[in-house]
């Protein structure tokens, strides 16, 4: 098992209303990470008020021997509200890279990646690893949020992103309307067998997208699923989700350590 580490942080700003980009100085082992692991993470000493928190990676890069890890939040209880008040030189307690991240294809020419509010975190670090490890592929992005000032990522996504497409439940930017209904008109365009799509964020989203995704071969696309965890790494059973083993047969499964990601076929998302 990973030892939980005390890291500093190097940096952290507030970047859109509510949205924190926190900056990491981590152990050498985080270069290994692959998009779509997680972090866990709790204020220094384990004194804190609250158990850790799961965050994506949302980057890593080196300077000289030191390995930096992002980590991009929105705040939304105690434990976030708690870390947007750190500043640099803090010390938190990591651990990590944990969990499975996404598989892509060395074969894939065209990956579309759909984004809920912060879901984008792990799916901003996949578009930068496919821009990176397998040139001339097409990443298309889309990246949804309730209005246009709850968009967190956009600056990012615009740089390493063949295409970024809006929506917008209010309609003040980009499509009116669900993240997946903008998909929706896209489909056509994701026919081929080198295409993945790739997505996180709230689960009624997720649930529509799988609907829309209904028919498509298994392994067409792949989610992150963002249950609620205490430890992180398969100890306390606390966050089981419904994954259908064998395609027919239900099996409880831990989130932390078989996911996050599964194959959206093989996701119950219940009602
Ligand atoms: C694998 C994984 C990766 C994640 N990556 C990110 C990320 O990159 N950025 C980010 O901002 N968040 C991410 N999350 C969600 C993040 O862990 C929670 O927002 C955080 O734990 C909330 O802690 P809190 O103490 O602030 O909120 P709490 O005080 O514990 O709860 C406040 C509210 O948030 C809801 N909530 C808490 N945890 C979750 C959760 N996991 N999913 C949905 N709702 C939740 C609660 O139901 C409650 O309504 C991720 C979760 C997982 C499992
Ligand atoms: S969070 Fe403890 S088993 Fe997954």
């Known amino acids: 098992m990973k030892p939980e580490t005390c890291a500093k942080i190097f940096s952290q700003r507030e970047t859109v209303k509510g949205h924190f980009l926190m900056i990491v100085k981590a152990p050498v082992s985080f270069r290994e990470a692959i998009p779509g692991q997680f972090i866990m993470v709790r204020l220094e000493g384990g004194n804190s008020p609250f158990l850790s928190r799961p965050f994506s990676i949302y980057s890593i890069y080196s300077r000289g021997d030191d390995t930096f890890v992002e980590i991009f939040y929105k705040v939304v209880g105690k434990g976030t509200d708690a870390f947007s008040r750190l500043r640099e030189g803090a010390?938190?307690?990591i651990l990590g890279p944990l969990g499975r991240g996404f598989d892509?294809?060395?074969?894939?020419?065209?990956?579309?990646?759909?984004a809920g509010g912060i879901g984008v975190a792990p799916l901003s670090f996949l578009a930068q690893r496919c821009g990176e490890d397998i040139p001339g592929t097409e990443v298309i992005c889309y990246l949804g949020a309730g209005s246009s000032e709850a968009l967190a990522g956009l600056d990012r996504l615009e740089k390493i992103c063949s295409t970024v497409e809006i929506s917008t439940d209010d309609g003040s930017r980009g499509y009116h309307g669900s993240v997946t209904g903008l998909l929706k008109r896209d489909m056509d365009l994701y026919a081929d067998d080198d295409t993945r799509i790739y997505s996180c964020g709230p689960r009624p989203m997720l649930r529509g997208l799988q609907e829309l995704l209904k028919g498509r071969p298994p392994g067409t696309c792949q989610v992150s699923l963002e249950e609620r965890m205490a430890c992180g790494i398969g100890a306390c059973l606390g966050c089981v989700a419904r994954i259908r083993s064998d395609g027919e047969k239900g099996g409880m499964v831990r989130v932390c350590k078989e996911g996050p990601v599964f194959d959206i076929d093989r996701v119950e998302f219940g009602e």
């Open 91 to 93: 010390s938190l307690d």
């Open 104 to 114: 892509v294809p060395a074969s894939c020419r065209k990956v579309a990646l759909v």
